[in-house]
Each structure stands twice: as structure tokens, then as C-alpha cells.
């Protein structure tokens, strides 16, 4: 989100967001396979002008990852020679070589380098299970001795003990360093409200409202073109995703739904059956596009949502303000009179749930157990780690690519140079967290003296009330991200069932009354019994059983939640 937030602010006022562009189909890597990208102290951490000052000890040298993502301007150099890696040799106290592997292909350049004994001390990976990999083959250095170099970091494990959670493995050390972010809402359901006053229909609170409503937008012409060309919402990858929390699971293409019952970890079959049902329903009484299932990245829904053909949007929390800014123009221009406003998730029969939050506790960062200069890896990550030196790369230097605006926070001067100079470089502090600086939240972003602008701030705010209600049960045991990461022989396991659960849950959806929601659950326990899933949910237990108490749950997200919005109050 960080990215496509960021360079969408380029238009006006320059915050930073939650997660960076280039990630799998539903803008968010999957739980099991891939984590999120992503891009301190209450005053704006606006970068400055003055140098920092070079180190006066011997410097070290230190090798350090960095993702090619292809976007580094002729002009600007390469990944590995460019403005911003001479300024960290320059200023900072080591010196460091910078090795890209190419984005796309991180885990397979990444597992040949450390088979040639070749491997940066510096690993700046997303991908969880590889990341967990590395732990299991004994390739990483724990950071417990490495932490007194690290001054930034360890004020970071004393704000956000969290972080300190997620980065501890079973033998009780730390071995991955993370980032805070901004928590954002994963999905958001958005509904015409102008479409609620035309039919006479009140916003739905259960989902049997949602249902009534849903069809209502598909079978009352309510653009009053006379045709039958509308639908009651999207159901595409992601949005799919939000109709299961709706009833509790947090199920994806990568990830089983697992529930905690009598304080023991299940599968959620009922909370599956529920949801499957109401997608069965949406589907058979052509409230969805029927041929969703080839809409594989939302970009359908997102352009009949924008044509005005669909009356509840599910929409990927990503890109706010370029959302209000340019989707929301684009709307009014197509369709004159619309009007949109947030929904809650309504109460399901299994409970009333708040939806996922993207994970504001990311890591991202492990050292070569093979670093040949300890102290000098810990150094070079304090340097990157301090705010006046991290927002360089996220926003570039004052006066050349951002002024000081209204509130405090960095705004860019000239969107294109700041494009080609600085859009580039943020990744060189993908370890930075971001999200303890109130200037880098979604709404920092907004100008409240320009009515588009204050509305959308309003609308923000409204999400937040809704999606951030602690009342509301989170749907899953935890994030994604923070779920314990299978061996080689469980994951593969996991994948064997996810292909054949994916494939019976659309044929149950497909089939009409040829194949019922129930036979579907019925198959895939099957499915489930054939490949051994009871030793995913053996194993499943034995880790909640040692870490409920430690590891990153649910309640701990909220904690986070609770924090941020005290900074913005």
C-alpha cells in the first residue's frame, strides 16, 4: 500500500501509506506465501538538508539486499550506484554494498546466494515462510548482541513491544527486526447511498439486509437507464476475501480458515459453510458478475464500480487518498449525483466482525549468521533507522523536493522531480517504521481547506470508527503474516488442500442447485482427510498451546490500532 499511497500523493500533499505496489493479485502478498510490502515520535520526522555527520570510529563494511523493481530512471543510475547509496556512504558509518535481486524473483536469487556461501550480511526480505526457511537451516544471527549498536531499534521494542513478538523465534531470540505501520482496514465496503434513497432502503445492518439490498440494486434499475446492467456488489479476489470476514474466516487463496473453540485451534467449517452459502446465494441470483472468477485482480469490478454498475464496493484499503482524489472524480464525472459512504460489516449469523487489518507489524530484515563485522551491521541499521536520515528515501530533501505545508508535514514541491529522484529509494529503509509518525498517515495527507479533500478526511474517519471497533471480533486467530510458518512437508499439505478446497468451493458456487453448499463442505473434509490435514492442525495446536501468550495474536493488533488513533485525535 506504502507505494501506491505515496505516489499518489504526489498530486497534492505528500504522506506516506501502508504497502508498496508490485505485489500478487489482490495488491496484498498472500499470507502463507508472501507478506505485504509496506513502508516516529509525534512531531513530523521531515527529513533535513544538514548532513549527517560522518562516523569518526573505523568503518566496517556491510552487505545489504535491495529489491530491483526496475525502477531506477537512466538518469538516476542503478540500484547499486545512485544519489541515495553515495549519501549513505558519505554520511553514514560503514561502508556498504548494495546487491539487488530482482523483485519478482527475491526467494530463488536469495536461496542461490546463500547456497554459494555468497549471501549479503544484510537480508531485506518480505516473504515470511523464506524468511522463517533461513531460521530452520540455521543461516541467521540473532540480534540480541547486535542491539546496543541499535539504539533506534531498541526505543522501538520499548514503544511497540510487538515488534519484539513477532521477531522472536522458539529458542527465545530475536532474529528478524520489523517495522510499525500505519493499521489500515484491509477491505472496505463502500455503498451508493444515493441508490438507498432512490429504492426507498435503509443501509443494511445484517447481512439478510445485505442481501435485500444487494438485489435490489440488481433488479430495480437503479440508474434509470431502463436496462437490467446493474449489480448488488463485487465479488473478485480480494473482495471475496471481505465476504468471508463478513462471517468470521479469514480464508484466502493461501491461507485455511482456523477458528478457537474450547481454547483449541479448529477448522472454521461452519464459518466456511456460511460464507459459501451467502457467495452461492449472491451468484445464483445474479446480484455478482457471473463470470467474477475471471476478474482476477478486481480491475472489472473497480471499472463497473466507477461506471456506476455496482451498489456496494468492496475496495482494497490501499491508496485512500488517490482514491478520493481521482476513483471518486471519475465517478461523479461518469455518473453526476452519486454518492458513496462507508458500511460496517453487518451481523452474521456467526457473530458481528470487524474486517482484517493490514499488518501495522511487518518484518522484514535478518542477519547472515556468516556477517563477518556484527557491529558494523548494527550501525549502518541505527543510521537508516533515524528519522531525519530514513525520510530522505521517502520523501527526499527539503527545499529541493518538499516544503513544509499547513500542517506541519513534508509537501512536494514538484511531483515529477520528486518521481524520478526520490521514488525510487524507499526501499533502502524498508526496515523504517514509518507508522509512529502521525505525517505518514493517511490522513496527513489531506488538505481540510479543500472541500473534495475534507470529505474525504471525513469519509476516513468514518472507516475507522467502523473497522476499528474493538467491540467487533476480528475475524482469524491472527494476521496472516504473523501466522507460524509450515515445514516443507505441512506446507505442502497446506497447498494440496487449498488447490482442492479453491476448486469445490467454486464448483458449489457455479453449480446451482446441482451442487449444494453443504456437499461442498462435506468434499472438503474429505479432501482435508485424505491429505493428512490433521497434522496441520496438530501442529496448529502445539504452536498455540506454547505461544498464545507470546506470539503476535489478534488482541495485539488492536493495541496497535489504540496507540495510532490517539496520535491523530
Not at 479432501?527 to 489478534?554: P, T
Amino acid at each position: 500500500m506504502n507505494r501506491k499511497l505515496w505516489m499518489g500523493m504526489t498530486l497534492g500533499v505528500v504522506a506516506l501509506g501502508t504497502a508498496l505496489a508490485g505485489c500478487s493479485s489482490d495488491n496484498k502478498e498472500g499470507a502463507q506465501a508472501n507478506s505485504t510490502d509496506g513502508a516516529a515520535a509525534n512531531k513530523p520526522a521531515a527529513a533535513t538538508t544538514t548532513p549527517a555527520p560522518a562516523a569518526t570510529a573505523k568503518r566496517g563494511d556491510v552487505t545489504v539486499t535491495m529489491y530491483d523493481r526496475g525502477a531506477v530512471p537512466a538518469s538516476e543510475g542503478n540500484y547499486e550506484d545512485n544519489r541515495w547509496t553515495k549519501w549513505i556512504n558519505q554520511n553514514g558509518p560503514a561502508n556498504v554494498k548494495f546487491v539487488p535481486v530482482l523483485r519478482s524473483d527475491s526467494t530463488k536469487k536469495l536461496n542461490v546466494l546463500f547456497a554459494s556461501g555468497s549471501a549479503p550480511d544484510i537480508i531485506n526480505e518480505y516473504n515470511t515462510p523464506f524468511r522463517g526457511s533461513l531460521y530452520d537451516q540455521k543461516q541467521l544471527m540473532p540480534i540480541d548482541n547486535i542491539l546496543p549498536s541499535m539504539p533506534e531499534y531498541q526505543k522501538l521494542l520499548t514503544q511497540y513491544p510487538q515488534l519484539k513478538k513477532a521477531g522472536t523465534k522458539p529458542d527465545g531470540k530475536i532474529y528478524e527486526i520489523g517495522k510499525v505501520k500505519e493499521a489500515t482496514p484491509a477491505h472496505i465496503l463502500l455503498i451508493r447511498t444515493d441508490w438507498l434513497k432512490k429504492l426507498n432502503l435503509a443501509m443494511p445492518t445484517t447481512t439478510d439486509e445485505l442481501l435485500t439490498v444487494a438485489k435490489a440494486f440488481a433488479d430495480q434499475d437503479p440508474d434509470g437507464n431502463g436496462k437490467k446492467d446493474t449489480y448488488g456488489l463485487n465479488m473478485s479476489t480480494y473482495s471475496e476475501q471481505a465476504i468471508n470476514e463478513i462471517f468470521g474466516e479469514s480464508s484466502s487463496s493461501t491461507l485455511l480458515a482456523w477458528d478457537i473453540k474450547d481454547g483449541k485451534v479448529v477448522r472454521a467449517w461452519d464459518k466456511e459453510l456460511a460464507s459459501l452459502t451467502f457467495k452461492k446465494r449472491l451468484y445464483d441470483e445474479g446480484l455478482i458478475d457471473k463470470d467474477y472468477i475471471n476478474d482476477k485482480d478486481g480491475a472489472k469490478a473497480k471499472q463497473d464500480f466507477l461506471n456506476g454498475k455496482i451498489g456496494i464496493y468492496v475496495k482494497y484499503s490501499g491508496g485512500w487518498y488517490d482514491f478520493v482524489m481521482n476513483d471518486m472524480t471519475t465517478l461523479r464525472k461518469n455518473v453526476p449525483g452519486a454518492e458513496i459512504a462507508p458500511l460496517a460489516y453487518p451481523k452474521s449469523p456467526l457473530g458481528t466482525f470487524t474486517g482484517a487489518i493490514d499488518n501495522p507489524i511487518q518484518m522484514t530484515t535478518v542477519i547472515n549468521a556468516k556477517a563477518k563485522n556484527p557491529e558494523a551491521v548494527g550501525q549502518y541499521l541505527n543510521f537508516m533507522m533515524k528519522p531525519e536520515n530514513a525520510m530522505r528515501f521517502k520523501v527526499g530533501d527539503e527545499g529541493t523536493h518538499w516544503k513544509k505545508g499547513a500542517n506541519g508535514c513534508p509537501q512536494t514541491i514538484d511531483p515529477a522531480k520528486s518521481k524520478n529522484e526520490v521514488g525510487y529509494a524507499e526501499d533502502y529503509t524498508m526496515f523504517f517504521s514509518s507508522g509512529v509518525d502521525k505525517c505518514t498517515f493517511v490522513l496527513s495527507g489531506f488538505n481540510p481547506e479543500v472541500p473534495e479533500q475534507k470529505a474525504g478526511m471525513d469519509m476516513y474517519r468514518e472507516v475507522q470508527k467502523s473497522y476499528f471497533d474493538s467491540k467487533r471480533e476480528y475475524p482469524g486467530i491472527t494476521l496472516g503474516d504473523h501466522m507460524p510458518v509450515y515445514s516443507t512437508d505441512l506446507n505442502l499439505i497446506n497447498t494440496t488442500i487449498l488447490k482442492e478446497k479453491g476448486d469445490i468451493f467454486v464448483k458449489a458456487i457455479i453449480s446451482g442447485s446441482k451442487y449444494s453448499p453443504e456437499q461442498a463442505i462435506k468434499d472438503s473434509q474429505a479432501a482435508w482427510d485424505k491429505a493428512d490435514g490433521k497434522k496441520l492442525e496438530e501442529f496448529m495446536n502445539k504452536w498455540y498451546s506454547e505461544n498464545k501468550d507470546k506470539a503476535f495474536m489478534a488482541k495485539d493488533v488492536y493495541e496497535i490500532v489504540k496507540q495510532q488513533m490517539e496520535q491523530v485525535k
